[in-house]
């Protein structure tokens, strides 16, 4: 049938297979009732948010299918179901910063009258190979679950015929056609690469650091991201020679006064930063080792150095051209990021996203879950509730952790006006590093309110042990309307770093000097 087209295939119930020149296609027709479509929702990206989405809307009695495909890295690295988070990010960076701070721990520990062997080494094999178990379990178990909450997997690249409809490719070629009444776009996205010489040659991504099966050695991580950042900070505390190349600014987005504290921390933890400077291009040694060729704004001539490992880190893009979009009317930026309303609905009326794809959204993990189940909610449900994009808390897991939630001290001033905005701050020493005597300097922490009334919290920073840990119950509070008065007259847990923040009480505009000199 040379001229068939999805209309004519439409008309097959049950499973049909059609065969059209060489290509079969596989049509999953369930008509019963009312039921148009195959699907009451398909979900295109089997990512946290895409199975937090699926999942959600099976629980509410509907047929879904989630369609899932990993296109190799430039280096030929592949995973399983799960996304970034499981397979190449949250998941594995925790996993190998845990392992670098335990170093750091053993070397402290011989302070507090542990015998440690002066000379103790780490073996990235067996790192490697407990990071990837686990991540193979996650992988499994997300299978698991879908096949529990009877949500049909689908390890096929999807792309769309129309609206309501999407071709599934297979690794081996063969496709399959399915239909939804509802088509979740969650593909997430993959990192960005400098259009140099040698790069995609070469270099490796965050997609490929986390399945080396042979040790990094000396490396060069280039960008000045949260992973550029996490994956130095890790590499150097497991014992690798490590240097950051960056362009201009740390952290882009945050609070540039924490940032710049990340990075003297990390410089005094013996990071090397190449700043002011882009690679120009990446080589090939005889011996396998690779020069990296870069312009320096600050001396204003090329440099060159060698490494065994260049990661590069210089940001993440959409994994949304290959869709089709365009074919079915949806509005997409020339970087291919989604325009979506406050819904998470698309231009195209049953064609929703969520996640690291939506234009000018956080793009993290917990908030894809978190709207994917709210999208889920209000299709099947009747819920009415949107996601809150406002308030979001994260943390970047640097040897000295940072984590944020609200607004940065720039973004209040910019908001409210320098002089509305009240900032409550202080350094301190956490206990732990007492008997060590451990460089306190970068530790540090701020409160930033609106100046008058009962000085509501615009945003609360910290930077130290656990600051993630730290960070969660205050943003439970802040989420509902924290004043600077409520935290002031909260009883802190002593002896913690977490109780400094209920102690807070000189502010920036004060003078006053913030360090923090006992109880």
Sequence with gaps: MPGICHQTISRYYGRSKIIVGRRIFYTIRAFSGTHKYDYDMVVVGGGSGGLACSKEAAHFGKKVAVLDYVDPSFQGTTWGLGGTCVNVGCIPKKLMHQAALLGESVR????????????????????????????????????VQLKTKSVDYINGKGSFLDSHTIKAVTKNGREKIISGQ???????????????????????????????????GRTLVVGASYVSLECAGFLNGLGYDTSIMVRSILLRGFDQQMASFVGEHMESQGINFIKSSVPKRVERMKDGKLEVFYDSYEWGEEHSDVFDTVILAVGRDPVTKTLGLEKIGVEFEKSGYIVCHKDEQTSVENVYAIGDVIQDRPELTPVAIMAGKLLARRLFDGSTELMDYDKIPTTVFTPLEYSTVGLSEEKADEVHGHDNVEVYHAFYKPLDYSIPDKDASQCYMKVVCKF??????????FLGPNAGEVMQGFAVALKNGLTYKQ???????????????????ISKRSGLDPHVTGC
């Design 182 to 216: 509802n088509i979740v776009v969650a593909v997430g996205g993959r990192p960005r690469f400098p259009n140099i010489p040698g790069a995609k040659e070469y270099c490796i991504s965050s997609d490929d650091l986390f399945w080396l099966k042979k040790p990094p």
């Design 487 to 505: 935290l002031s007259t909260t009883v802190g847990i002593h002896p913690t770093s977490a109780e400094e923040l209920v102690k807070l009480n």
């Design 452 to 461: 008058e009334g009962d000085q509501e919290i615009l945003g609360i920073h």
């Design 108 to 143: 402290d520990a011989k302070k507090y009258g542990w015998n440690i062997p002066e000379n103790f080494n780490h073996d990235w094999s067996v790192l490697s190979e407990a990071v990837q178990n686990h991540v193979h379990s996650l992988n499994w178990g997300h299978r």
